[in-house]
C-alpha cells in the first residue's frame, strides 16, 4: 500500500489569546497563558490520488489546517509529514511541489491570463521556453485558449476561477490544495469547474478541498472529515457518513410557523428521527412516502410536502448545529 502524502498525528495549533501577558521565564507562568486551540489533536492521512475533503462550520480550524498542510504556519505541536517531509524544517522543499488555489482569486490584473500563468511559472524557477508551453497547455485544459490575451479583469468569475486552478498546477504539484474552489459562481461554471478537478484527480494529482457547499464535498472527495471547534467529530466517505449519521430519506413538511411544533410532536415516533425548524419539521425515515402516508392517517394536512434523498447537509447540520457561530 503507499505511503500516505499527508499524514497529521495529534495536530495542534495553539494562539495566544489577545490581551493575554507576554511568557515570561518559567514554565508556571507560561502555562498559565490562555490559549486559544484553533486545531486540536487531529489525526487524518491522505493516500496518493485521493481527493480529500476538510468540512466544517466558520472557524472550526479548516483553513488553519490548511495553511500547515501547505507549509506556511508551523504546527504547536503533534506530528505532520507532507510528502514524507516535515513543513516546518523542509517548508520551501514542499511549497515547490504543492499547487495553491485560495478562496480569493489573486490574479495580477495587469497582465493577460496566459502572462498570469508564465510569470507565476517564472516564481518557481521554470525556464521561459517550459513557462510558455505549460501556459499553453493549462489554458487548453482550463478551456481558456480563447481567452489567451484577456485582461483578468474581462474574464467572468467562472473563467477567474478556472486561471487559478490553472496556475496553481504550473509546477506539476503533487498535491493540490483547493479552499472554497467554486464560491460565488453559477451552477453551470461549478460543474465546468468540477469536470476539471475531476480531470486532474484522473491524471494522479492529490485534491485537497474546504468546501461550504456539501454537494460539492459530494461529487469531489472521496473521503472526508468534518471539524468543528477543531476536533473530528466524523469521517470517512460521504455515503458512508450519510449511512452513520442520517437516514436513507428525509421528508419535508411545512404546517406554517405557528403550528410546526404542535404537529411535531403528533409524529413523535413517526421514523428514525423528527426535527422542527422554524419553516418546516423533517422527518428522518428509510422511507419517505410512508411517512407523507403516516401524516395523512393522523390527520395532518402540511402546506407543502416533498420526499428528498437524505446528504451530506444533513450529517454536517446534525454534527454541527444549525446554529451560526461567528
Not at 502555562?31 to 462550520?57: I, K, N, R, T, Y
Not at 485534491?207 to 468534518?226: F, K, P
Not at 411544533?261 to 428521527?273: E, F, I, P, Y
Request: with cysteine; net charge neutral; charged share 25%.
Amino acid at each position: 500500500m503507499p505511503a500516505p502524502v499527508i499524514r497529521a498525528a495529534n495536530l495542534v495549533k495553539a494562539y495566544r489569546v489577545k490581551g493575554s501577558p507576554r511568557s515570561v521565564r518559567g514554565s508556571s507562568a507560561r502555562s498559565a497563558q490562555p490559549e486559544f486551540l484553533a486545531v486540536d489533536g487531529l489525526d487524518f492521512e491522505v493516500a496518493p490520488g485521493e481527493s480529500f475533503g476538510l468540512l466544517g462550520p466558520n472557524g472550526a480550524g479548516k483553513s488553519t489546517t490548511m495553511k500547515m498542510v501547505g507549509a506556511v504556519s508551523t504546527r504547536t505541536s503533534g506530528e505532520l509529514e507532507i510528502l514524507g517531509l516535515d513543513p516546518d524544517r523542509y517548508g520551501p522543499e514542499i511549497r515547490s511541489r504543492l499547487g495553491v488555489v485560495p478562496q480569493e482569486d489573486n490574479l495580477d490584473g495587469e497582465l493577460n491570463a496566459r502572462e498570469n500563468l508564465y510569470v507565476y511559472g517564472r516564481y518557481f524557477g521554470l525556464p521561459g521556453r517550459v513557462c510558455a508551453q505549460k501556459a499553453d497547455e493549462l489554458l487548453a485544459f482550463a478551456q481558456l485558449q480563447d481567452r489567451a490575451g484577456s485582461k483578468v479583469d474581462q474574464l467572468s468569475g467562472g473563467m477567474k476561477r478556472r486561471l487559478t486552478i490553472a496556475r496553481g498546477l504550473i509546477n506539476d504539484p503533487r498535491i493540490l490544495l483547493l479552499d472554497e474552489p467554486t464560491t460565488g459562481l453559477d451552477p453551470q461554471a461549478r460543474h465546468i469547474l468540477w469536470d476539471r478537478l475531476f480531470r486532474l484527480k484522473e491524471r494522479g494529482t492529490t485534491l485537497v478541498v474546504t468546501t461550504h457547499y456539501m454537494d460539492e464535498a459530494e461529487q469531489l472527495c472521496d473521503r472526508l472529515i468534518v471539524v468543528d471547534k477543531g476536533r473530528i467529530m466524523a469521517q470517512g466517505t460521504p455515503a458512508a457518513l450519510i449511512r452513520e449519521h442520517s437516514s436513507r430519506e428525509v421528508a419535508e413538511v411545512r404546517f406554517g410557523s405557528e403550528h410546526n411544533a404542535h404537529a411535531a410532536a403528533q409524529l413523535a415516533g413517526v421514523g428514525d428521527r423528527v426535527e422542527v425548524l422554524p419553516d418546516r419539521v423533517l422527518v428522518y425515515a428509510h422511507d419517505g412516502e410512508s411517512v407523507l402516508t403516516r401524516i395523512a392517517e393522523v390527520g395532518l394536512q402540511p402546506l407543502t410536502s416533498l420526499v428528498r434523498r437524505s446528504s451530506l447537509e444533513d450529517v454536517f447540520l446534525r454534527l454541527t448545529g444549525r446554529s451560526l457561530i461567528e
